[in-house]
């Protein structure tokens, strides 16, 4: 089923570990995008990817780093987890050409840092 | 910066239309969307407006003014299901969205 899939569904940390969270997408899509939802906050950008190999800063990129070693994967790694990271986080992709850029969102994984 | 607003919340009955109003300051301008996302799942896509008036799409319409930093969106014929958040995400041209906070949309019987 084409799409976008997120690894894991749920997880519950420790503070300070460390924790990778997984997205793949097999629409050929150049551009990758992790958000995170809070409550009253909306959707709000971490990290970006405009196509294979690049990556970008997002709104509130601060104890997150990504990797975008091909065009199907976009890891999100949180290197030393805080309480302040419990969320929930999506990634989209987009076809990232032209003016139309339409994001398609993977179903989310929920994080809670204790 | 940006500033994306739109109201929290809405209640209305089953069978009648609510219009959820968004407003908007950004630094460029290349499409307004509208996402639907019920609770637990992942933002989907309702519509697309670039050009300035209304798109209508079987119960859902949506409306851009770009002089006035404003969209809405229309919600018509409401059913059960349509209980769920409504969020309003500008795209700046950069490949990237900029999203308001949602509204939650509560449908009574």
């Known amino acids: 089923i084409a799409g976008i899939t997120q690894a894991p569904t749920s997880q519950i940390l420790a503070a300070g570990r460390r924790m990778t969270l997984r997205c793949t997408q097999d629409m050929r899509h150049n551009a990758m995008y992790w958000y995170r939802q809070d409550l009253g906050l909306g959707l709000r950008l971490i990290h970006y990817s405009n196509t294979a190999g690049t990556t970008g800063k997002g709104e509130v990129p601060d104890g997150y780093s990504v990797s975008r070693a091909n065009t199907d994967d976009f890891p999100l790694t949180l290197a030393s987890a805080v309480p302040s990271q419990t969320s929930v986080y999506f990634c989209a992709s987009s076809a990232g050409a032209g003016d139309y850029n339409e994001q398609f969102f993977g179903p989310g994984t929920r994080l809670t840092v204790l | 910066g940006q500033n994306i607003d739109q109201p929290t919340e809405m209640t209305a009955t089953e069978g009648a239309i609510v219009q959820i109003n968004c407003t908007y300051q950004?630094?460029?301008?290349?499409?307004l969307f509208w996402y639907q996302q019920h609770a637990g799942e992942a933002p989907t896509f309702l519509s697309y407006n670039v050009l300035d008036g209304l798109e209508e799409k079987g119960r859902f319409s949506s409306f851009l003014s770009r002089s006035k930093g404003y969209s809405y969106l229309l919600l018509k014929e409401l059913q059960m299901k349509d209980s769920a958040s409504y969020l309003c995400a500008v795209s700046r041209g950069d490949y990237k969205l900029s999203f308001g906070a949602g509204t939650t949309v509560t449908v009574r019987a």
């Open positions: 950004t630094s460029g301008f290349n499409g």
